[in-house]
């Protein structure tokens, strides 16, 4: 069983940035995959950012290359993304999740654990 809770969202200006974490509860982090998700108003959740358990592939959806770095410390058991250069159509309530998994995981159906969530706002 894994527990996560994300934290650091808020309200930001276009072009400011914010840093979430997600903190997951157990000894057994380090073996799981962990991606970001967000959920905007009326809309489906979507991938947003994924790392292996070694931290060592990471993978982004187009939309977020160049702006999102996400990273993992396995000794703090928490997984971090810092979010830059924010745009209004980020504006969404964004979720860490973990799967059980070496590799890269995109797929929502594939993860097992997912935080509450933590509203991201960026206003125009």
């Known amino acids: 069983q894994v527990q996560l809770v994300e934290s650091g969202g808020g309200l930001v200006q276009a072009g400011g940035s914010l840093r979430l974490s997600c903190a997951a509860s157990g000894r057994t982090f380090s073996r799981y995959a962990m991606g970001w998700f967000r959920q905007a108003p009326g809309k489906e959740r979507e991938f947003v950012a994924a790392i292996t358990v070694s931290g060592g592939s990471i993978y982004y959806v187009d939309s977020v290359k160049g702006r999102f770095d996400i990273s993992r410390d396995n000794a703090k058991n928490t997984v971090y993304l810092q979010m830059n250069s924010l745009k209004p159509e980020d504006t969404a309530v964004y979720y860490c999740?973990?799967?059980?998994?070496?590799?890269?995981?995109?797929?929502?159906?594939?993860?097992?654990?997912w935080g509450q969530g933590t509203q991201v706002t960026v206003s125009s």
């Open positions: 999740a973990a799967a059980r998994y070496l590799g890269i995981v995109v797929r929502t159906t594939s993860y097992e654990y």
